[in-house]
């Protein structure tokens, strides 16, 4: 069966400093994946998704970056954080775009 | 562009009494759709799904959903909730595309 993980589960980071969240499914192939921020009672803001190494697509213009360097991982990054940054990652995978996606646990980012 | 309503922020309802949220998107064609469940501390999971047929739709732990094309409505029912259904709800809508998620409701049971 397939897996998915997230870490770290939390973490606390001060403003300016860089980030890197990981995200790595197991049990598939050439998944679909997804980061998304949720915050309370505004949903699921849909981040990045790739439907294959190296492509990327953003959906969301901000301070954050993603790459995908093998076929079940998937990074979410940022240079320098911003107060505004603060929130829970998913990460998410499907087996196509517009078919359910299987989320993680998430990793709630605090930005001081 | 695409969007998602689910008119209800927060529910709060007594142990049996029944369920009905509603989720309604903006956009025609085809569309699959789809309500998750986030309980307190755990993942977001698949209650259902819909793609074709049916238009009644059942899930998980006696949840159900009913798509109405002309209305552009995915409502999700319960009978009889229990304590244990206290959770966020969220639907979410497709059209070849990733999901659009709405903002969720918040299903409080009471005893």
């Known amino acids: 069966s397939q897996t998915i993980h997230q870490w770290p589960a939390t973490l606390v980071q001060p403003v300016g400093s860089p980030l890197s969240l990981e995200c790595t499914v197991e049990?598939?192939?050439?998944?679909?994946l997804y980061w998304y921020r949720q915050a309370a009672g505004r949903g699921l803001q849909l981040l990045f998704y790739s439907v294959g190494i190296g492509q990327i697509s953003s959906e969301v213009p901000q301070n954050l970056s993603a790459s995908r360097p093998q076929d079940r991982q998937f990074i979410l990054s940022s240079k320098k954080l911003l107060l505004s940054d603060s929130g829970f990652y998913l990460c998410a995978w499907s087996v196509k775009l517009a078919y359910e996606q299987y989320f993680g646990p998430g990793t709630r980012l605090t930005v001081t | 562009a695409q969007s998602v309503s689910q008119h209800n922020h927060h529910v709060i309802l007594s142990e049996a009494a029944s369920l009905e949220l509603g989720c309604n998107y903006s956009?025609?064609?085809?569309?699959?759709l789809f309500w998750y469940v986030q309980y307190p501390g755990q993942h977001l999971q698949l209650l259902l799904k819909?793609?074709?047929?049916?238009?009644l739709v059942k899930g998980i732990k006696g949840f159900e959903a009913e798509f109405i094309k002309s209305k552009f409505s995915f409502n999700l029912r319960k009978p009889s909730v229990q304590w244990s259904d206290t959770a966020e709800y969220f639907c979410a809508v497709s059209r070849n595309t990733p999901l659009v998620f709405g903002k969720g409701t918040r299903l409080s049971v009471i005893a």
């Open positions: 049990g598939t192939s050439n998944p679909n």
């Open positions: 819909y793609f074709s047929g049916d238009p």
């Open positions: 956009y025609g064609g085809t569309v699959n």
